[in-house]
């Protein structure tokens, strides 16, 4: 009798050894400090920062919270132009801001937000652009840039997928007014959960961190209606842990990645997104654009599923289409991004995953198994 095949899920948290875990958090028992901005938590900031090639950054629980504080932190009022070809989380930023998101649609090329669709959407109500940076690939930045300039807007990215990424040499929270990194479990780095804001202007460091802790300015003030979005020491400590091997897992993960486009380059129906020119890649995410093979996205899906391979829609439904949404957004019509939501399918990818799964993978999607 064959012995049953462990999940394979879309993708697996990179962690530090046990050992190596253990060794940098016994301080914390020394000194019981666990929570409000400790030695671990601006150990990992200045990390970071030099990591990120970054002006100036701070870190948060997680990269919601650092999004929503940054845009709240912005002052904006009334519209904001963003991607609906992304994670829930980019769009309820800007609504639980008060604000209203207007959806522009994506390039088919690499479902980053269509720079040359946004003109069209600015109105005197609108005061920024959210852009998405998709699986690793970067948004046009200088595009944007000059959009922004033009119409006098802010430029928030939501980077939770671009950690470590780089256009020519530079970062990319170089660009824009602020960038917003996510450090979830499932992304290329973790702090088990956070995220972490960069930015150029050192006014909103005082601002971001008052928010970050209820608005509290002094030890009886409090100036500001913000919330708890603190990062604590044993999130941080795994952090540093992490930041000590997270170049040799992007290494690993491009390993994944030149197998996966060894069996599936070329193959009727299959599109593989190429790499961007001067970009370099963090290889997050391995999207596979299924439109007009023998099997639909669904079935694909569903075909790795019962072999206990599990991929995901990434991103689908289409944030328009959510629930709390769509009777909101009915009207509006975004081709490129719908047929990127019932097309695209992310694989497994992950610094450890071998490349005989990467194979089995790809047996089963082209039907050699």
Known sequence: MQP????????RASMPSYEEFIEEIKPIWETAWMTNMGEFHDTLRDQLKEYLKADD????????????????AMNLTGEVITTPFTFASTTHAIVRNNLTPVFCDIKEEDFTIDEEKIEALITDKTTAIVPVHVYGNVCDVERIEEIAKKH??????????AFGVEINGKGVSD?????????????VFNTIEGGAVAFH???MEVLL?????????GKETVEYIGGNAKMNEFQAAMGICNLRHVDDNIKKRGLVVERYRQRLQGVNGIRLIEPQTGVRQNFAYFPVVFDGYKLSRDQVYDLLAQHHIYARKYFYPLVTDFDCYKERFADV???????????????????????????RICDIILGDN
């Open 209 to 217: 961190n008052y928010l970050k802790n209820f608005g509290i300015t």
């Open 4 to 11: 049953e095949k462990k999940d394979i899920l879309v993708t």
């Open 333 to 359: 019509k975004l081709p490129a991004a719908k047929k990127a939501a019932d097309c695209v399918l992310t694989l497994p990818l992950y610094a450890e995953l071998p490349v005989s799964e990467v194979d």
């Open 201 to 203: 202007d050192p006014s």
């Open 175 to 187: 660009y824009g007014d602020a960038s917003m990194f996510s450090f979830h479990a499932t992304k």
């Open 57 to 72: 950054l701070l870190l948060f629980v997680n990269g919601h919270m650092a999004l929503e504080m940054a845009l709240q």
């Open 152 to 161: 006098n807007l802010k430029v928030i990215y939501d980077a939770a997928h």
